[in-house]
């Protein structure tokens, strides 16, 4: 039974399409979180939700827009994709921040 | 600003050897502090985390840390290291209220037979 999990696991998809991921946790948790982790494998926070509503927004582009529609799901949708957005894509879930984060198996975006 | 360091880019030790993965942190408040590992093609997993109490932590696949406050440092151990060790390590700090964890750059583990 998987705590958080995406979908899809890949995606390969040409320069300009508009693709979405999506994310849902079981624990319970309210808290829910984008990271982008790049070829390098450094780890950046891009959004963070606690009980639906955006708290921390880091300078992501705004082709980005995440969306939470309850508290157990967080998706992620970009528009016109371009060949830097190419990354894997992890969603994670927390209560608050008072523990720790639990982690999808992450999307793996490639734009070609 | 906060910060996180992971000295160590990548480290290559032999099976049986002990492990020392290097992290340091900048924060205002007390952080909480956590190691994950990323094994190749997979999500992030914790080892362990640190909120308070006792500075030495023990966690899963025989790891441990110590929290040093005086050097900003959580450095994570292992006293006899396996090959299935062989992965990313991601120190990482959060704070209640900031509704982020910020991760070190990461430092890849090698394990030679």
């Known amino acids: 039974d998987t705590a958080v999990s995406q979908t899809p696991k890949y995606l390969v998809t040409q320069m300009g399409n508009d693709k979405s991921i999506k994310c849902e946790q079981n624990?319970?948790?309210?808290?829910m979180y984008w990271y982008k982790q790049d070829s390098k494998k450094f780890l950046k926070i891009m959004f963070s939700?606690?009980?639906?509503?955006?708290?921390i927004n880091e300078t992501v582009p705004n082709r980005f827009s995440p969306k939470s529609p309850d508290k157990a799901h967080l998706n992620l949708h970009i528009n016109s994709l371009e060949l830097g957005d190419s990354a894997v894509y992890f969603c994670?879930?927390?209560?608050?921040?008072?523990?720790?984060?639990?982690f999808g198996q992450g999307t793996r975006l490639t734009v070609v | 600003a906060q910060s996180v360091t992971q000295p160590d880019i990548h480290i290559t030790v032999s099976e049986g050897a002990s492990l020392e993965l290097r992290c340091n942190y900048s924060?205002?408040?007390?952080?909480?502090l956590f190691w994950y590992v990323q094994s190749p093609g997979q999500g992030l997993q914790l080892l362990l985390k640190?909120?308070?109490?006792?500075?030495l932590v023990q966690g899963i696949k025989g790891f441990e840390a110590e929290f040093k406050r005086s050097q900003s440092s959580f450095n994570l151990r292992k006293p006899s290291v396996h090959w299935s060790d062989a992965a990313e390590y991601f120190c990482?700090?959060?704070?209640?209220?900031?509704?982020?964890?910020?991760f070190g750059t990461g430092t890849r583990l090698k394990v030679l037979a």
């Open positions: 624990l319970g948790h309210d808290t």
């Open positions: 939700y606690n009980n639906k509503e955006l708290i």
């Open positions: 640190y909120f308070s109490g006792d500075t």
């Open positions: 924060y205002g408040a007390t952080p909480y």
């Open positions: 990482a700090v959060g704070a209640s209220g900031t509704y982020k964890y910020i």
């Open positions: 994670a879930s927390s209560q608050g921040t008072l523990g720790e984060a639990f």
